[in-house]
């Protein structure tokens, strides 16, 4: 009965599941796990898995949980960017915007496509290690200006 009981529950968590799409031509298409570390009053912590296409320009990231039920997504295009959680939407001018009312610093969504192909980039306050690229992995840390954060990515093969 247990067993029956644990069935029906996943069948219906996944029910609620986002459904995957491929990449359109031109798109850059991603999908993983990320952690967040904001060393704000109080720090802030976050993880997720992630879906990640599009360009730094226009895209999407799709956040969900280990079981892959929809948490919220973020979509972005010049001059506009938003939050979808359920039935909210936050609305803002630039992703950076939108980021940093969420996590209280600016997280550099547009760079980490560089920094998926192993691109170093140069974003100010942001250092990124890219010494596990090749295997899927980066940490990018912000030291300026302050909240310190700590941005971690685990790229699925």
Sequence with gaps: MRWAALLVTA???SACATPQR????????WSGRLAMTVQSDPPQ???AGFDLRGTPAAGELQLTTPLGTALATVVWSP???ELRQGGLVTRRGSLDELTTELSGTPVPV????GWLRGQAGDVPGWQADLAGQPEGRITARRFAPLPAAELRVVVQP
Aim: negative net charge.
């Design 22 to 29: 491929a990449a359109l031509p031109g798109e850059d298409l």
């Design 45 to 47: 912590s976050f993880s």
């Design 79 to 81: 001059g506009s960017a």
């Design 11 to 13: 069948a219906m968590l």
């Design 110 to 113: 547009a760079a980490l496509f």
